[in-house]
């Protein structure tokens, strides 16, 4: 990379974001680690120091327009132009339909789908100004639906069309915009999804990776390398795709 350039990766404190948050700086991004909480950011800002990369702790809740459009001020003016997004920040609220609260509908699409649409509204006027961008969404394989997941797997869903979308209204300016659609990954989301179910999370890791063609679950670091080929410089020709990290077949 010949200038530095600026990541922002959402829900960076743990799980998939803070392994894409490192990898980017590896890579040689500034990271911008964003969460709900800055202090839970801290750790993954030291690791990256430490590391001899460049990161900032934001706090913000990516589905309140406010705080984005302060927390995407913010890392402009203290790393520099952010142009990378990675919409990570996610939640899931499962239930069947008939015992889905519309509160946990709501809360589902408001941080993926709106959350998303906000920072990537935010961070637009910085890539289109420096006519090079990379937007990097996490989906889901629950987009090509889920037990249990109507909320979940509609964001997912939409989310591959806002994609899309943005590929075919940002390619203009040098925008690349893509999907990475993970399978079961090891983290604290389906680690909580085992114990929902009452199970240990090696007996739910073990169930998963029996589905699995290449018989494991992924762990975030799957998903980070991912990430990291869309947003490199050689990527700048992929826009608009949806890449399932799944070990074997989807959609
Ligand atoms: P995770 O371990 O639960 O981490 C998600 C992070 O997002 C948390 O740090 C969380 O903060 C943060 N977050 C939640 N709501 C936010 C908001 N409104 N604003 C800012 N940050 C927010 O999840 P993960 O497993 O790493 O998943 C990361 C992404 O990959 C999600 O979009 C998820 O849907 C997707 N994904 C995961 C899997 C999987 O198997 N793990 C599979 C497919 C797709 P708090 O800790 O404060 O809540």
């Not at 680690?33 to 202090?39: Q, T």
């Not at 990516?62 to 927390?71: G, L, R």
């Not at 402009?76 to 509908?105: C, H, Y």
């Not at 690349?176 to 989301?189: C, K, L």
Request: hydrophobic share 45%; aromatic share 6%; net charge negative.
């Amino acid at each position: 990379m010949s200038t530095r350039r600026t990541a922002i990766v959402t829900g960076a404190a743990r799980g998939i974001g803070a392994a894409v948050a490192k990898r980017l700086a590896a890579d040689g991004f500034a990271v911008a680690v964003l969460d709900l909480d800055e202090a839970a950011c801290k750790p993954v800002v030291e690791d990256i120091r430490s590391g001899g990369g460049d990161a900032l702790a934001v706090g913000a809740d990516v589905s309140d327009e406010t705080a984005v459009e302060a927390a995407v001020a913010r890392v402009a003016q203290e790393l520099g132009a952010p142009t990378v997004l990675v919409n990570n920040a996610g939640i899931v609220r499962d239930n069947l339909l008939f015992k889905m609260a519309s509160d946990d509908w709501d809360a589902v699409t408001n941080v993926h789908l709106r959350g998303a649409f906000l920072m990537s509204r935010a961070v637009q006027r910085h890539m289109t100004e420096q006519r090079w961008g990379r937007i990097v969404n996490l989906s889901s394989t629950s987009a090509l639906g889920n037990r249990g997941q109507a909320n979940y797997s509609a964001a997912k869903a939409g989310l591959q069309g806002f994609t899309k979308t943005l590929a075919i209204e940002l390619g203009k300016f040098g925008v690349t915009a893509n999907a990475v659609a993970p399978g079961f990954i090891e983290t604290d989301m389906t680690a909580a999804a085992a114990e929902r179910m009452g199970m240990s999370f090696e007996d739910f890791k073990a169930s998963g990776a029996a589905q699995v063609p290449l018989g494991r679950t992924g762990r975030p670091e799957d998903i980070a390398h991912t990430v990291s080929f869309f947003a490199s410089e050689g990527a700048g020709f992929v826009s608009g795709q949806v890449l399932y990290v799944a070990g074997g077949p989807c959609d």
